[in-house]
């Protein structure tokens, strides 16, 4: 089955600055990759996602890329900010297989003031 | 808010006992997923269903069940529950298409004693 694999697994950062994540994936069928932000004791909500055939993605401050060739997708936040704060988590999933989420195991992301 | 719903928040049980725990999707959203989300094994999928037929199955233990009922809610079924047992269990829903979001429930903490 699929296989996600997620770095670095804690970052910190000085507000203002940039933070990058770094997902892996083993399905080539994969299509879907969604990112998702998780406060502590709180559901998982979508920041930003990609589909397979476009290369990269923003919305504001956050972008997202993706390299098909090497199954590889980043997410990248730019002008950090101290409600950044957060884990983060990358997944992947495709159609043929229920749509169901394969997870990375997630960035803690800390942003200093 | 999600527009997803779960019961109970919190569930505190003993080794051995058996618990239910029942989620509401999003209106008009057929597919339910569930996931475990432990302290060391990040948010593993467990099942997937859509209007009431299970879809996908991910390493869930026998020792758990689901079903889907015919106005869409699922219930998680987990029996001869173990320490280990212990997590945050996510209900998530989507639409059909290849490329929705996925919209997680608050979860329910289960505490295992």
């Known amino acids: 089955g699929e296989n996600v694999e997620q770095h670095p697994s804690t970052l910190s950062v000085q507000e203002g600055d940039s933070a990058v994540i770094k997902c892996t994936y083993s399905?080539?069928?994969?299509?879907?990759f969604p990112w998702y932000k998780q406060e502590l004791g709180k559901r998982p909500q979508l920041i930003i996602d990609i589909r397979s055939n476009v290369g990269e993605k923003k919305d504001q401050r956050i972008a997202v890329t993706l390299n098909k060739t090497a199954k590889h997708f980043s997410l990248h936040i730019t002008e950090t900010q101290p409600e950044d704060s957060a884990v983060y988590f990358c997944a992947a999933s495709k159609q043929a297989a229920g749509n169901k989420l394969t997870f990375g195991g997630g960035t803690r992301v800390l942003v200093k003031p | 808010d999600s527009g997803v719903t779960q019961t109970p928040k919190h569930l505190i049980t003993a080794t051995g006992q058996r618990v239910t725990l029942r989620c509401s999707p999003r209106s008009g959203d057929l597919s339910v997923y569930w996931y475990q989300q432990s302290l060391d094994q990040g948010l593993q999928f467990l099942i997937q269903?859509?209007?009431?037929?299970?879809?996908a199955k991910g390493n869930i233990l026998e020792r758990f069940s689901a079903q889907q009922f015919p106005d869409l809610h699922s219930e998680l079924n987990l029996s001869s529950l173990e320490l280990g047992d212990s997590a945050l269990y996510f209900c998530?829903?989507?639409?059909?298409?290849?490329?929705?979001?996925?919209?997680f429930g608050p979860g329910t903490r289960l505490t295992v004693l």
């Open positions: 269903y859509y209007n009431g037929e299970e879809r």
């Open positions: 399905d080539s069928a994969s299509n879907y």
């Open positions: 998530a829903s989507s639409g059909s298409g290849p490329y929705n979001e996925q919209f």
